[in-house]
């Protein structure tokens, strides 16, 4: 079976170098991937917040497949919890860094 890729290679991130006040999302080779409005109104908080969980889709997409794939793959007798734990861990530490806040 063949892996399909849904999403850009590499990671994402929020950005507002080079593009003025607007809060996007680029990844590692600088496309850009989404707007999400501008930092000096009154939802900058907000569009920063939104832009990080964008940011940090394609790794809960990834984290999602390689969870099923484990929980559904006849050849495992047992899932590995503490690397679902990791995966979780490596999301939540990426997002908490995108935002800006602590969870």
Known sequence: MSEIK????GEWIVSTANMGNIVVI????????????????ANA???IANA????????????????????IDPGTDEVDLNA???????????????AGEEI
Do not use: W
């Open 84 to 98: 679902i734990n990791e995966l979780n861990s490596g999301i939540l530490a990426k997002l908490v860094n995108e």
């Open 52 to 71: 990080a969980l964008f940011a940090v889709s394609k790794n809960m997409l990834d984290a999602l497949i390689d969870i099923q794939t484990q929980l």
């Open 26 to 41: 680029v990844s590692e080779t600088q496309q850009v991937i989404a707007l999400f409005g501008h930092i000096d109104d």
């Open 45 to 47: 908080n907000e569009h």
């Open 6 to 9: 849904m999403t850009t290679p």
